[in-house]
Structure formats: structure tokens, C-alpha cells
């Protein structure tokens, strides 16, 4: 399969939402046997990381199902339209995009939370040391690079601009532009933008070469909070239950892996995993690695991960009020990793419940 571009902008990702909506509503299917059910895992990556999913194929906890790598992405909204579309069989995404997606009437069930903020794990938006911007008031007119737009980048500088009370009309007049996060804190230091959004590898990377200051952090913002999902079809849920069950368990028993593991292991086994794929990638910025930052155990889901996000679209208008109800959004029943730190059966928490 071709490698797969995120959209630019955030008329070409509305309009990919739609098409998604038409794309997933022709079909059903009906629960497959255990024997007919798909093992093979079709999914994007992301250059020079390691995600939970190969993380935990890596360590044996994906059991008999296999992941194919079809390309990579740098945008988690068009990561989840390519599962809502088939093109893959799962994709993650910031909680407020599967939000946008799931109000299109996509298909979509978020079954795992991958990725969270927390004190080591989160996104700064930075500027030069000597540059003027020094409060909300002075990103009017500024240009942001962020890796995608209508994302989590993009819902933390609003949430910003609002807590500092600039009004909707100058909250637009700041520009957020899409620039790959492997190419912002360049496009920073050769002022093609005036604030560069930076997490993790490459906003430790940037600091140690020093010449940057934070502005704001969504850690400063929010505080702990898990912040985006993997989700599949519901045709793919419905016609392998078992294969989802193997996939979710699996990925949730990478995060406790992850997080109970002393940090060196941890990166130690992300650089032996891209030395094996041989992708022509770096491993230097995985020395970086301190956190997946998912804050519930196993990356059980809670209303509360959708809610904000909720309200926050039906403020900007990009959905309607009681358009979406969260707990119609995931399910915790293919999560079969107690509170106590191994699997062992399924709760069940479904869309109707939690």
C-alpha cells in the first residue's frame, strides 16, 4: 500500500470525515468464528518511534496476531479516518478528533487509550529566547506549527487563549499552521514561525540545544490526563471479537510493562525494535523516551477523557450540543487487564456503559 498523507488543512480533514461517513456505511457483518477471524493487523506507524502496539508485538503480548506496517503518519486525525474507512485496522488519535469523527456517524469505537500527558510525558509550545511572545495576547497574528490541525495541538491553544480571555475574534486571528515534528524546531530557529509545538524526543532534543523557552505546556494546562485512543470499525469489532481482545489486552499490558520497567530497559528494547524493522531510521532521539503518559491503569477509558473534549467542540461550534454522548464512544469489554496488573476476564464496560 502507498504511504498514506495527512491532510494539510482543516477543510481537507472535515472533508474527509464526510466521505469516511459514506466510505463505512455500506456493509455489515456479523461476529466471525474464532477460526475465521482475521490475525493480521494492518496499521500506519510513526518515523523514528516506537508505538504500543509494536512495542507489545516486540514482547510476545500480541500472542497469534500480527502486525503488517502499510506506511507511516504524522497525523492522528487521518490515522483514524483510515481505520473508519478500512484502509487500516486500527488507528490512534487525539480524543477530541475520534469525537469529530464518531459525530459524522463513522462507525468507530475507541477501545484503548495509548498516550497521555503527565509530568515527564507532554507537548510545550515554545518560542525563541529573545522573541516577543510572552503571553496569549501576543500570539494574535503568530504563526504555531503543529503537526496537524483540529487536533490536540490545536484544542490546547485554545484552550489557552480562552483561560487568558481573549475573545473568539482574536483567538482566530493566531495561525496555526500543519509543519512534521520532525521539521518544527528548524522551522522555529529559522523563524518560518514564531511558536513551535515540541513533545517529548524532539522537545527534549530541542531544549538540550538550548535557544528555546516554553511558553505553555498541556501538562501546565490539564494537568495528568490520557488523551487519545486506538480505534477500529465496529464491523472489524463485530467480525473479530477475539483478535480485538488479543490486540487491546495485549497493548494494555505494554503500558504496565512500560510503566513498571526501569526507563533504560524500556528504551533499550525501543531501539532493538527499529534496528529490527529496518526502516532506515535514527534511534538516537529514543534516549529520550520517559513516558507513554496514559494515566489510567491499562488504558482503561472513562467518560471524562471524551467529555472535555465534547464540550469544548460544541463551544467552537464544530459539533452540536448533545450531539455526542461519551460513554457512546468506547467500550473497556476486549480490555481484559484487572486493576491488579494481569489479564484475567473481560469487564464489561460497552458503548451503552461503564
Known amino acids: 500500500m502507498s504511504r498514506l498523507i495527512a491532510p494539510s488543512n482543516r477543510r481537507q480533514f472535515l472533508t474527509l470525515l464526510g466521505l469516511s461517513a459514506v466510505a463505512v456505511s455500506c456493509g455489515t457483518g456479523g461476529g466471525g468464528s474464532a477460526e475465521n477471524q482475521t490475525?493480521?493487523?494492518?496499521?500506519?506507524?510513526w518515523a523514528g518511534s516506537v508505538i504500543l502496539p509494536e512495542l507489545a508485538e516486540d514482547l510476545g503480548f500480541l500472542e497469534d496476531v500480527?502486525?503488517?506496517?502499510?506506511?507511516?503518519?504524522?497525523?492522528?486525525?487521518?490515522?483514524?479516518?483510515?481505520?473508519?474507512?478500512?484502509?487500516?485496522?486500527?488507528?490512534?488519535?487525539?480524543?477530541g478528533a475520534v469525537v469529530k469523527l464518531a459525530a459524522?456517524?463513522?462507525?468507530?469505537?475507541?477501545?484503548?487509550?495509548?498516550?497521555?500527558?503527565d509530568k515527564a510525558a507532554y507537548n510545550g509550545f515554545y518560542v525563541l529566547k529573545d522573541s516577543p511572545v510572552h503571553s496569549a495576547r501576543d500570539l494574535i497574528g503568530k504563526k504555531i506549527g503543529m503537526n496537524t490541525l483540529g487536533a490536540h495541538s490545536e484544542a490546547m491553544l485554545d484552550i489557552y487563549l480562552q483561560r487568558h480571555g481573549l475573545s473568539q475574534a482574536d483567538i482566530k486571528k493566531a495561525e496555526p499552521l500543519v509543519v512534521p515534528p520532525v521539521n518544527t524546531e528548524q522551522s522555529l530557529r529559522q523563524k518560518q514561525i514564531q511558536v513551535g509545538v515540541l513533545g517529548?524526543?524532539?522537545?527534549?532534543?530541542?531544549?538540550?540545544?538550548?535557544g528555546i523557552r516554553p511558553l505553555f505546556t498541556d501538562y501546565e494546562l490539564l494537568g495528568n490526563f490520557s488523551a487519545g485512543t486506538y480505534v477500529v470499525n465496529d464491523r472489524f469489532l463485530k467480525q473479530n471479537p477475539d483478535t480485538t481482545r488479543t490486540f487491546v489486552t495485549g497493548v494494555a499490558r505494554a503500558i504496565e510493562w512500560a510503566r513498571a520497567r526501569p526507563r533504560d530497559e524500556v528504551i533499550a528494547r525501543q531501539v532493538e525494535i527499529v534496528k529490527k524493522r529496518g526502516?532506515?531510521?535514527?534511534?538516537?532521539?529514543?534516549?529520550?523516551?520517559?513516558?507513554?503518559?496514559?494515566?489510567?491503569?491499562?488504558?482503561?477509558?472513562?467518560?471524562?477523557?471524551?467529555?472535555?473534549?465534547?464540550?469544548?467542540?460544541?463551544?467552537?461550534?464544530?459539533?452540536?450540543?448533545?450531539?455526542?454522548?461519551?460513554?457512546?464512544?468506547?467500550?473497556?469489554?476486549?480490555?481484559?487487564?484487572?486493576?491488579?496488573?494481569?489479564?484475567?476476564g473481560a469487564e464489561p464496560t460497552s458503548k451503552s456503559g461503564s
Do not use: C
Not at 104 to 117: D, F, L
Not at 200 to 210: N, T, V
Open 39 to 45: 490475525k493480521t493487523l494492518r496499521y500506519q506507524g
Open 66 to 95: 500480527k502486525l503488517k506496517w502499510v506506511g507511516n503518519t504524522i497525523s492522528g486525525p487521518q490515522d483514524i479516518q483510515s481505520a473508519a474507512t478500512g484502509q487500516v485496522d486500527f488507528g490512534g488519535a487525539f480524543n
Open 104 to 117: 459524522r456517524k463513522a462507525p468507530i469505537t475507541a477501545v484503548i487509550s495509548y498516550y497521555g500527558v
Open 200 to 210: 517529548d524526543i524532539l522537545r527534549d532534543k530541542a531544549l538540550q540545544a538550548g
Open 279 to 344: 526502516r532506515n531510521e535514527g534511534t538516537a532521539p529514543l534516549k529520550y523516551w520517559k513516558s507513554f503518559g496514559v494515566a489510567e491503569t491499562a488504558g482503561r477509558i472513562t467518560d471524562k477523557e471524551f467529555q472535555l473534549w465534547i464540550d469544548w467542540l460544541g463551544e467552537r461550534g464544530d459539533i452540536e450540543k448533545d450531539q455526542v454522548k461519551a460513554s457512546d464512544l468506547y467500550t473497556n469489554e476486549f480490555n481484559a487487564y484487572s486493576r491488579k496488573g494481569k489479564p484475567s
